[in-house]
């Protein structure tokens, strides 16, 4: 299966990596930015959609980011692509959503939502199905973290000794309000209540080390209490290497013929 990266970063390098043992899976070109000079593969490295779409990929993987989503999709699906995204963030801006949804409901390709760093997608999602009545995402990250975000107008990051909640509300705002933090939130929400229904905290706790989420739900279904400490990416801190992990298993389950 021939699959294009837009992205050349951590996760692409991983992917990549992956790709590169697997028999069915061959990564046949990647789109970055001009300050892309390199490819992290060995496959070639390209500027825009036209030249990548030469390379005739059946599906394309969103590594980049949340601009990357709002450039490519429309136009990935217009062509009949698959376009997987991990910068599912960029999905709690509406407009894109939209956009997003409209271009796909018109496509013989499809959006498909990778998990990342979130555990428990799969209960979430099925438990949905019987009705969900709470979903609660708290993320915490080390004090030095949050540097950079809002946080730092709010907090004394510094000066934090114990686990202090930097935000509280819902998926949405948290997504819009920390946009460069805003991907596990965005996939509670898409895969369970919604992003206003979706409560979430963030937490600034000087007791981690990892980025830790911790997902709880309730519904006819039962309840989940899900806790992941996540190990950062090799090659990228602020990433955690759930996130390429969870492209990994979704571009194995496309070639293969049994699927979990
Ligand atoms: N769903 C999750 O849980 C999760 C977790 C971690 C990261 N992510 C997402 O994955 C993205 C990539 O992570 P990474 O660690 O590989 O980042 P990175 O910074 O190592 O690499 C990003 C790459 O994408 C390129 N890029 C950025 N914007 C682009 C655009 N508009 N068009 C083309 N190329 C573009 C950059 O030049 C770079 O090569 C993050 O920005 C984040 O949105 C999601």
Same mark, same amino acid.
């Given at each position: 299966?021939?699959?294009?990266?837009?992205?050349?970063?951590?996760?692409?390098?991983?992917?990549?990596?992956?790709?590169?043992?697997?028999?069915?899976?061959?990564?046949?070109?990647?789109?970055?930015?001009?300050?892309?000079?390199?490819?992290?593969?060995?496959?070639?490295?390209?500027?825009?959609?036209?030249?990548?779409?030469?390379?005739?990929?059946?599906?394309?993987?969103?590594?980049?980011?949340?601009?990357?989503?709002?450039?490519?999709?429309?136009?990935?699906?217009?062509?009949?692509?698959?376009?997987?995204?991990?910068?599912?963030?960029?999905?709690?801006?509406?407009?894109?959503?939209?956009?997003?949804?409209?271009?796909?409901?018109?496509?013989?390709?499809?959006?498909?939502?990778?998990?990342?760093?979130?555990?428990?997608?799969?209960?979430?999602?099925?438990?949905?199905?019987?009705?969900?009545?709470?979903?609660?995402?708290?993320?915490?990250?080390?004090?030095?973290?949050?540097?950079?975000?809002?946080?730092?107008?709010?907090?004394?990051?510094?000066?934090?000794?114990?686990?202090?909640?930097?935000?509280?509300? #819902?998926? !949405?705002?948290? @997504?819009?309000?920390? $946009?460069? /933090?805003?991907?596990?939130?965005?996939? &509670? *929400? +898409?895969?369970?209540?919604?992003?206003?229904?979706?409560?979430?905290?963030?937490?600034?706790?000087?007791?981690?080390?990892?980025?830790?989420?911790?997902?709880?739900?309730?519904?006819?279904?039962?309840?989940? #209490?899900? !806790?992941?400490? @996540?190990?950062?990416? $090799?090659? /990228?801190?602020?990433?955690?290497?759930? &996130? *390429? +992990?969870?492209?990994?298993?979704?571009?194995?389950?496309?070639?293969?013929?049994?699927?979990?």
């Amino acid at each position: 299966m021939k699959i294009a990266l837009i992205g050349n970063g951590a996760i692409a390098k991983l992917v990549a990596q992956f790709c590169a043992q697997q028999q069915k899976l061959e990564v046949v070109a990647a789109l970055g930015l001009p300050t892309d000079t390199v490819s992290v593969g060995d496959y070639p490295l390209v500027r825009t959609l036209p030249e990548m779409l030469r390379f005739k990929p059946a599906l394309v993987v969103e590594c980049a980011g949340h601009s990357a989503v709002a450039a490519y999709a429309g136009p990935v699906l217009a062509e009949g692509l698959d376009f997987i995204i991990v910068s599912t963030g960029s999905l709690a801006d509406e407009a894109l959503w939209n956009a997003v949804k409209a271009a796909a409901d018109t496509s013989t390709g499809r959006v498909k939502l990778v998990a990342g760093a979130l555990p428990g997608v799969d209960a979430l999602a099925s438990g949905k199905l019987a009705g969900l009545s709470k979903v609660t995402l708290r993320s915490s990250k080390p004090p030095r973290a949050w540097k950079g975000t809002p946080a730092e107008q709010t907090h004394n990051l510094d000066a934090i000794a114990a686990p202090t909640v930097i935000f509280s509300g #819902n998926a !949405r705002q948290a @997504a819009l309000t920390f $946009p460069k /933090n805003a991907n596990v939130a965005a996939t &509670a *929400a +898409l895969a369970g209540l919604g992003f206003e229904a979706t409560t979430v905290q963030l937490v600034a706790d000087p007791g981690v080390t990892q980025n830790v989420h911790h997902l709880e739900a309730e519904g006819a279904f039962g309840r989940l #209490n899900l !806790r992941i400490e @996540a190990n950062p990416s $090799p090659d /990228n801190p602020k990433t955690s290497h759930m &996130a *390429a +992990l969870s492209i990994m298993r979704l571009l194995q389950n496309e070639a293969a013929p049994i699927v979990i």
